[in-house]
């Protein structure tokens, strides 16, 4: 159900507390035999699981009767809808190599692009229309030519469902890098089956705390870990662990 949160996310609704956040990552510590305690790490989740609470002290009418539609039409937990993330919406300059015999590329966004620690997420909600429409640059040897999002010669289709850009048979782009930018929305779902509010009576004003998103998405495994010990030498091994989800 793709339903935009930002409705009732919009300030001319009701006097907004600052959002909180959180990323969940997910650490499997297992401790290993003998005197030294040492320990070994095994990442289970290849990205962060996103949170987000909410909380209106002074929340309109017009912004209430927005939020339970949206509570209610998702049925609490079971749906899930569409999150723009004021402060993570926009993919910049990031690059997919492209092939030469390939017709469709996944759109991406990498976090903290050079650095060991970073991770890359596939992006399939992708914002339609808005003021940073998907661009593509493809560049050849350093040569760059921006490619219109139209079926046809050197051009793309956009599903902005799967985040996939393809292109038509016989015209895919030849071996170089896609420059892509878009902004995107994050899928979510209520953490809660029952919502409370509390009118202030006489007043046509509401109060909502607690209102808190979790982010749906596909998990990938991932086979990293790592090992500690208390004493002054340590040996380290790895092994590989995984955690699915399953999408609602």
């Given at each position: 159900m793709n339903i935009d949160i930002r409705a009732f996310l919009n300030p001319q609704y009701s006097d907004m507390f600052p959002v909180e956040m959180a990323f969940q990552w997910d650490t499997e510590v297992v401790f290993l035999s003998g005197a030294s305690r040492r320990t070994q790490r095994n990442q289970i989740l290849a990205q962060?699981?996103?949170?987000?609470?909410?909380?209106?002290?002074?929340?309109?009418l017009a912004g209430r009767n927005k939020f339970l539609e949206i509570f209610n039409r998702a049925r609490g937990q079971y749906h899930t809808f569409l999150l723009l993330d004021r402060d993570d919406y926009l993919c910049s300059a990031e690059q997919i190599a492209t092939n030469g015999t390939?017709?469709?590329?996944?759109?991406?966004?990498?976090?903290?692009?050079?650095?060991?620690?970073?991770?890359?997420?596939?992006?399939?909600?992708?914002?339609?229309?808005?003021?940073?429409?998907p661009v593509v640059t493809h560049s050849v040897d350093g040569a760059q030519t921006e490619v219109a999002s139209s079926p046809g010669p050197n051009q793309y289709t956009l599903n902005d469902q799967?985040?996939?850009?393809?292109?038509?048979?016989?015209?895919?782009?030849?071996?170089?890098?896609?420059?892509?930018?878009?902004?995107?929305?994050?899928?979510?779902?209520?953490?809660?089956?029952?919502?409370?509010?509390?009118?202030?009576?006489?007043?046509p004003l509401w109060r909502a705390h607690g209102i808190h998103l979790i982010e749906d998405q596909?998990?990938?495994?991932?086979?990293?870990?790592?090992?500690?010990?208390?004493?002054?030498?340590?040996?380290?091994?790895?092994?590989s662990s995984s955690l699915s989800s399953s999408s609602s």
């Open positions: 962060p699981v996103r949170h987000w609470w909410f909380n209106w002290d002074a929340l309109k390939s017709a469709t590329y996944q759109l991406v966004k990498t976090y903290y692009p050079g650095e060991t620690e970073s991770w890359i997420e596939t992006k399939k909600d992708i914002v339609p229309g808005t003021i940073y429409p799967t985040g996939i850009l393809t292109w038509s048979a016989g015209n895919e782009p030849s071996a170089g890098i896609l420059t892509v930018i878009y902004e995107f929305y994050f899928r979510v779902r209520f953490a809660f089956d029952m919502h409370t509010d509390t009118k202030f009576a006489p007043t596909e998990m990938s495994s991932s086979s990293s870990s790592s090992s500690s010990s208390s004493s002054s030498s340590s040996s380290s091994s790895s092994s």
